[in-house]
């Protein structure tokens, strides 16, 4: 019998981001176990609503690799990626680390990089599609980038993924 699961990439990456979901939940639990008053407690709830937004991000933006003629799955996506008062917009970003380092510190701060400007390029397109969600097609992007900060990072050995955040 083959586990269906692995079968598909994007469910495997769902998967993961799940079970990296879990475990830094439980994580930051233990941040609010050991951290007294509401600002622990501040600090525990926007970590955890920055994790549930990467990971819905994270699972559209690959459902838009996979399906990218689908405009209803760009519309779902920017409607998830602009916070509700429009003020600020988010993207995901995930980066490899290369084995052509020597160093594995230079590998990681790559694949930190690699992901930074991945999640920009999708910043560009949430520029875009916000104006009209059909145009630019997925793969046909031109624009700049806009400045944008990291406001949550997961760093494993095999990759990096970042929400950053930026103003439009």
Same mark, same amino acid.
Request: one cysteine or more; charged letters at 15%.
């Given at each position: 019998?083959?586990?269906?699961?692995?079968?598909?990439?994007?469910?495997?990456?769902?998967?993961?981001?799940? #079970?990296?979901?879990?475990?830094?939940?439980?994580?930051? &639990?233990?941040?609010?176990?050991?951290?007294?008053?509401?600002?622990?407690?501040?600090?525990?709830?926007?970590?955890?609503?920055?994790?549930?937004?990467? &990971?819905?991000?994270?699972?559209? &933006?690959? !459902?838009?690799?996979?399906?990218?003629?689908?405009?209803?799955?760009?519309?779902?996506?920017?409607? #998830?990626?602009?916070?509700?008062?429009? &003020?600020?917009?988010?993207?995901?970003?995930?980066?490899?680390?290369?084995?052509?380092?020597?160093?594995?510190? #230079? @590998?990681?701060? #790559? @694949? !930190?990089?690699?992901?930074?400007?991945?999640?920009?390029?999708?910043?560009?397109?949430?520029?875009?599609?916000?104006?009209?969600?059909?145009?630019?097609?997925?793969?046909?992007?031109?624009?700049?980038?806009?400045?944008?900060?990291?406001?949550?990072?997961?760093?494993?050995?095999?990759?990096?993924?970042?929400?950053? !955040?930026?103003?439009?």
């Amino acid at each position: 019998m083959t586990n269906r699961i692995f079968q598909s990439p994007t469910k495997l990456l769902f998967y993961a981001s799940c #079970a990296g979901l879990i475990f830094s939940w439980a994580l930051a &639990q233990t941040v609010q176990a050991h951290s007294p008053g509401t600002a622990g407690q501040t600090a525990v709830h926007d970590t955890l609503k920055q994790m549930a937004l990467l &990971q819905q991000l994270q699972w559209l &933006q690959q !459902e838009i690799i996979s399906r990218p003629d689908q405009p209803l799955l760009r519309q779902r996506w920017v409607a #998830a990626a602009v916070d509700s008062s429009g &003020q600020k917009l988010y993207a995901v970003g995930v980066g490899k680390p290369s084995s052509s380092f020597k160093s594995p510190l #230079a @590998a990681q701060q #790559a @694949a !930190e990089r690699a992901a930074f400007l991945d999640a920009c390029r999708w910043l560009t397109y949430l520029q875009a599609w916000r104006r009209d969600y059909r145009r630019p097609p997925f793969g046909d992007l031109v624009g700049q980038a806009p400045a944008a900060q990291v406001i949550y990072k997961i760093v494993t050995l095999d990759q990096t993924i970042v929400l950053v !955040e930026t103003k439009p």
